[in-house]
Each structure stands twice: as structure tokens, then as C-alpha cells.
């Protein structure tokens, strides 16, 4: 899905691994890459397989699954490898840890850790994109509360890398540069004692669509002039006649989070205190263990037709023409999408947090946009499997030029609204031809750098990763080498 009339999209049906090896810890990992290398095989890396573009599968290749390497360790206190300071309490976890068991774990001990609010993602490809969640502007993202990690190369050398030892410069291309340069068995986070409340402030904005998001953006100018941003994220819906909050709160008490959204017209609740919470459900409707929102049950058999992400800043709507400007916008955005809506999400940006949010975002390498940002515009469209028909079981199936056309009218304007802005990279545009500059802006050319000096053969490429600008590598897995991983003598499994 989501291709162009120059790019082709992607599909599970024509994009399915050979080969597959279960991995359950780093040596595993070494061996699996050195055989991959040995054989010249086309290399994937899964766990959760959530990513919006399909990067963790690919035809014809050898899948390594990463999704059992599920253990975890708490450290009252963490000393990086190599380090002198203590970095604070810390969770270390296996590669397949996903959100819902980080969650129920820091639950059992009263502690908060930085995560995505779809709880069957897993940590590392969060991690790797930059990695946003609804107290992000308070405790930071992914990237910056990231302390270390346990990473393969290509050759199959397992190595550590942190701020203090041989691999700073890995270590910081982890921080928010994608998967293009190992493959993770391992990270290391800070954690946080658990707020003493957290609420939510939900529900319609009074007004038409233009009123009610004109509306909001003036009472969100003044929360961040007010230096109140660090409390609030989650997200705006907004729709071709009305606009919906669903705006999460950390750090301030019910009466003082009452107040504050009083302009808004709308109440703020405590939220629930208990896990699992109660709007979600087991997982196992999706056929895998643990657990997940409601709103996500139907996600996984869906695929994105369209989506991307700009960032903004506090310069964007400071004033009533800006807030007039930036409301139209979206809203006539809204009104071309068929009912669906164009999303604000208040949390994907550190621009205005905390202390603790911003102390190291200058040591990640996302857009150098994060450090500012107040919020992000985006685009999130899926199609459920089973309403694609027969194209579901094709290879090939024209892209509809009309949703293409939307799709590019809606990025000009945008970019006429945003000029020059940034893109989270764990939500970007497919088709965009300045992918490069749009995620990382000048410090791609570090992470081209240190692609180069870890995985020289661009063995872990991808759509639109590090160093994919570069020759594509040729590496498939042939009948021959099929025959080689059914007979190799190996301590993995290949499935």
C-alpha cells in the first residue's frame, strides 16, 4: 500500500520471507547474521512488526524474529558500561519486550517508564524512530531516556553501546536514526516514580470544525506561554464538522488540571490508576498473548494507505491570523478525506517540556525540529484487510490516482502551512523524495557516516532507512542457500 505512480507500495502477500530464524538471545543473533553473511542472504529484522511501511518484511528474504527475547531486568541503579555516573533507576529489556508487559511490570512497582500508547508495539523500533508517548514533553522520548543497548553488527560482533565507551557514535545513531545500523537485543532505560495523578481531558470542542480548532490552538499557545506544555499530550481529532479532544494530562492535580481546561469548555478526569486498564482486552483476539486497546483490535489485519507527519512550533499559532491560517487548513484537509480525520498529537515534539525531557535530546539524532516542536500534524489512514477484496491476494494492483492526488495535494499544503518542517520518521510519507532531510535534516550526514563505519555492506537496508539512497544490495535467498539454512549446523532455528 501507499505507493505512487513512481513508487511502487507494499503488500504482506508480496512481501513474504523465505526463511525465518527464532532468536532468543545475542549469540543466537551472531550466529544468524554471520550465515546471512556467509550465504549473501536479503536481511530483515521483526519483532512486533508494526512499522507503517512494511521494513520487517521483504519477499525472498531471512526474517530474523526477535519477538521471544521477552526478559527484563530493574535496576534500583545503572551504571553504563564504561561510565563513571550513575544514570538513575533503569529497566533493561530483551528486544521483544513489548509495551503492555513493560507497562504491567512498572505497574506492579509504582514506576513510569516512556512508551507508545498502542501497547502491543515493542520498545526497540519506538526506540530507534525517536519514540513519543502522552508524557514525553514531561519525561522525555525513547531516544533521550535510552542509556544503553546491546547491539549486533553485520559481521556478528556483539558490542555495547552507551555515551562513555568505544561506540558513542552508534549509540547516538539508536537515538532516533532508525534500524539501519544493528540489530538490538537489548536496551536500557531510565525510569520515573509513577505521578501521583494523571488525567484526561476528552470529549467535542464547541463550534465547527474551524471554530472549535481555532478555539483550541489559542488555549494551547497560552498553555506553553505559561510554560504548562511539559503536563499535557495525546491527541486532537479533527473531523470535517467538529473537533475531539482526547488530550492526557501528568503532573498536575485534578483541580488544577480543571482549571486550565475550563476555556476548553470540557472537564478533566482523573484516569484510571488500575492495570490493566479498563478499556482494554487480551490480546489473544489477535492471536497473541497479553494485552490491547480496543481500538487496536481490528488494526492488525489493516495496512496504511496513506500517512505523514510535519512538526510545528509555537511560532505556528501565536497569533489569531496564524490560528486562523493553521485551522483552515486542516480542516479543509479534513473535509477531502471521506470522514476521516487529520490528527494534532500534542506529545510527538519535546519543544517546551521539561527539564528532564529536553536534558539530552541534543545527544539524539531525530530532526533537529524535536527540540522545539509543540505538536505535530499528521496523517493516519488504514484500510482493514478484508475490505481490500481480491487485490488482497494479488501481487500487483494499480494505486488509485484519485487517493494519491489527495495525498499530494494534502502534503503541499502542509508544507505551504509548515515550511520547511520536520517529519517523525516512525510516521512519515512512503512517497516522500526528501525522506533524508524531512526525518533526520543535518544530521543525516552523521548517520550516513556512521553507517558506513558499522554495516559498510548495507546489509541491514530498508524504505527509506540510512544509507538506502546508496545501492540496493542484490542479496536473496535462492534455492541454493534455502537448501544450505535447512542443512546448516546452527544453535538457531530456521523456520
Same mark, same amino acid.
Given at each position: ?58 519477499? @525472498?528474504? /531471512?526474517? +530474523?524474529? !526477535?519477538?521471544?527475547?521477552?526478559? %527484563?531486568?530493574?535496576?534500583? *541503579? $545503572? ?99 532508525? @534500524?539501519? /545500523?544493528? +540489530?538490538? !537485543?537489548?536496551?536500557?532505560?531510565? %525510569?520515573?516514580?509513577?505521578? *501521583? $495523578? ?298
Amino acid at each position: 500500500m501507499m505507493g505512487s505512480p513512481s513508487q511502487p507500495g507494499w503488500m504482506i502477500t508480496n512481501s513474504t520471507p523465505a526463511k525465518y530464524a527464532e532468536l532468543h538471545s545475542a549469540d543466537e543473533a551472531s550466529q544468524a547474521l554471520q550465515f546471512a553473511s556467509k550465504h549473501k542472504l536479503a536481511l530483515v529484522v521483526k519483532s512486533t512488526g508494526h512499522d507503517f511501511f512494511g521494513r520487517s518484511v521483504s519477499k @525472498g528474504s /531471512f526474517l +530474523l524474529w !526477535t519477538h521471544k527475547m521477552t526478559s %527484563t531486568e530493574w535496576h534500583e *541503579s $545503572f551504571t553504563p558500561q564504561g561510565c563513571t555516573t550513575d544514570a538513575g533507576s533503569a529497566v533493561s529489556l530483551g528486544a521483544g519486550v513489548q509495551f503492555w508487559q513493560l507497562y504491567q511490570e512498572a505497574a506492579q512497582r509504582e514506576l513510569k517508564v516512556v512508551g507508545g500508547t498502542c501497547l502491543t508495539v515493542g520498545h526497540v523500533g519506538f526506540t530507534l524512530g525517536g519514540g513519543y508517548g502522552d508524557a514525553s514533553r514531561m519525561y522525555g522520548s525513547g531516544a533521550t531516556n535510552l542509556v544503553e543497548a546491546e547491539v549486533v553488527l553485520a559481521d556478528g560482533r556483539v558490542v555495547i553501546a552507551n555515551k562513555c565507551n568505544d561506540h558513542t557514535d552508534l549509540f547516538r545513531a539508536l537515538r532516533g536514526g532508525g @534500524g539501519a /545500523f544493528g +540489530l538490538v !537485543t537489548k536496551a536500557t532505560y531510565r %525510569t520515573y516514580p509513577k505521578p *501521583s $495523578f494523571e488525567g484526561h481531558i476528552h470529549g467535542r470542542i464547541s463550534g465547527d470544525a474551524t471554530e472549535g480548532l481555532t478555539k483550541f490552538l489559542a488555549w494551547y499557545a497560552a498553555v506553553v506561554e505559561q510554560g504548562l506544555a511539559k503536563h499535557f499530550g495525546s491527541m486532537l481529532f479533527i473531523r470535517e464538522k467538529d473537533v475531539m479532544s482526547e488530550i492526557n494530562t501528568v503532573g498536575l492535580s485534578l483541580k488544577d488540571c480543571s482549571r486550565i481546561a475550563k476555556p476548553l469548555g470540557l472537564p478533566c478526569t482523573a484516569s484510571s490508576q488500575s492495570w490493566p486498564p479498563p478499556e482494554v482486552v487480551r490480546s489473544n483476539v489477535v492471536g497473541v498473548e497479553g494485552w490491547v486497546d480496543d481500538w487496536e483490535v481490528k488494526s492488525s489485519s489493516s495496512y496504511h494507505t496513506q500517512s505523514l507527519s510535519r512538526y510545528f512550533r509555537l511560532d505556528h499559532i501565536r497569533t489569531d491570523g496564524l490560528r486562523q491560517e493553521f485551522s483552515q487548513t486542516l480542516v479543509r484537509i479534513a473535509k477531502s478525506l471521506g470522514g476521516r480525520s487529520v490528527i494534532l498529537s500534542l506529545n510527538y515534539g519535546l519543544g517546551h517540556g521539561s527539564e528532564t525531557a529536553l536534558r539530552d535530546v541534543a545527544d539524539t539524532t531525530v530532526h533537529p525540529d524535536v527540540a522545539t516542536a509543540i505538536g505535530t500534524v499528521k496523517l493516519d489512514l488504514t484500510v482493514a484487510h478484508d475490505k481490500l477484496g481480491q487485490k488482497a491476494a494479488s501481487d500487483h494492483f494499480a494505486v488509485d490516482q484519485k487517493a494519491y492526488a489527495n495525498h499530494v495535494s494534502t502534503r503541499n499544503q502542509l508544507d505551504a502551512l509548515l515550511v520547511g518542517s520536520g517529519s517523525y520518521y516512525n510516521e512519515g510519507d512512503y512517497s516522500d523524495e526528501d525522506w533524508q532531510n524531512r526525518y533526520w535534516g543535518f544530521n543525516y550526514a552523521e548517520l550516513k557516516r556512521t553507517k558506513s563505519k558499522y554495516d559498510p555492506g548495507n546489509v541491514f537496508t530498508c524504505h527509506q532507512c540510512v544509507g538506502s539512497d546508496a545501492p540496493a544490495c542484490s542479496r536473496r535467498l535462492s534455492a541454493k542457500t534455502t537448501e544450505a539454512a535447512e542443512n546448516a549446523r546452527v544453535n538457531f532455528v530456521i523456520v
